[in-house]
Every structure is written in structure tokens, then in C-alpha cells.
């Protein structure tokens, strides 16, 4: 029996839909790309008015993105018939992705503690001074630990990451 095009039956892999989601990536860095440095706001406005928008359209992609990692996610479960174990599937979703998250909260903390400088700031766009700016108080610091365990909804992440 031929298998169909583009799924691998020894991981249960849809390259196409990987392919989609590196897509969905890519558009997420074009998008904090162009929003990073300095670029002629028509020239952006254009683009984002245009049927070509999609390609800076960072929030959708991220929608997307998830969207078609669910998906993915649930195919053990739904091709194999095999009951889903919560306590297990949160574990390791947990132990996969969260140590990264916090990696990323703490550099960034790091970055805005011991290297930011105002001056240095001048060819990057406002949206990049915006989230940099904050001073340390009780009430960040509050915000970032909020942020660290993921507390919401209210929490700031314009303090680390936007």
C-alpha cells in the first residue's frame, strides 16, 4: 500500500502542514522585523493595506500557527484511538516549552537591567523603546513575576516581550 503524498507513517508527520507552521514563524520575525527598525511608515502602511499584508501580519500568524499546532497535537489521539492521559500530555508540554519561557523572561530582564542604554536606542523604531523603558519598581517587578507564572489576565508582557 503506497503511502499518501507528504505524510510519514513511522512519526505521523504532515510535512505539509510543518511547512505551514515554519511559515507562520517566518511571518511572525518579518513582521517584529519591520516593527524593530526604522522603515518609511508609508512604505509599511502600503504594504499592510495590501492583499500582501498577510506577510507583516505577526498576530495572525501566531493565531495560525497555534491553531495548526493543536492540530497536530491531537493526532496521536485521534489516529491511534489511545485515550488521553491530561496529567501526562501537561507535563510534557510543560517541561518542553516552559524552561524556554522562562530562559527568554530572564535574558530579557538581563538585556534591560545591565545593557540597555537610551542612547544606544536611536536607530531602532519607538515600538522597540516602548517596551524598554520601564523603570524597577514594585509594581514591575510584581508584573514580572506575574508574567514568569504565567498569571492572568492581566499581566503585563509589554514589560518583557510585544
Not at 485515550?83 to 519561557?101: D, S, V
Not at 506575574?146 to 509589554?158: E, Q, V, Y
Request: net charge positive.
Amino acid at each position: 500500500m503506497s503511502e499518501p503524498s507528504g505524510i510519514n507513517n513511522s512519526n505521523h508527520r504532515y510535512r505539509q502542514l510543518d511547512s505551514l507552521r515554519g511559515l507562520a514563524a517566518f511571518f511572525v520575525f518579518l513582521s517584529h522585523y519591520i516593527l524593530v527598525f526604522k522603515f518609511s511608515s508609508n512604505w509599511v502602511s502600503y504594504l499592510s493595506e495590501s492583499p500582501l499584508g498577510v506577510l507583516i501580519n505577526g498576530r495572525a500568524a501566531v493565531m495560525f500557527f497555534f491553531v495548526l499546532s493543536g492540530f497536530v497535537l491531537s493526532l496521536p489521539f485521534v489516529e491511534n484511538n489511545r485515550p488521553l492521559k491530561f496529567t501526562e500530555f501537561y507535563i510534557k508540554r510543560i517541561f518542553r516549552i516552559y524552561p524556554a519561557y522562562l530562559f527568554a523572561i530572564l535574558f530579557a530582564v538581563i538585556l534591560k537591567t545591565f545593557v540597555y542604554r537610551q542612547s544606544d536606542m536611536q536607530s531602532f523604531s519607538p515600538w522597540v523603546g516602548h517596551f524598554w523603558t520601564w523603570q524597577w519598581n514594585a509594581k514591575t517587578i510584581k508584573e514580572v513575576i506575574k508574567t514568569c507564572l504565567i498569571i492572568g489576565p492581566h499581566f503585563n508582557a509589554d514589560l518583557i516581550v510585544r
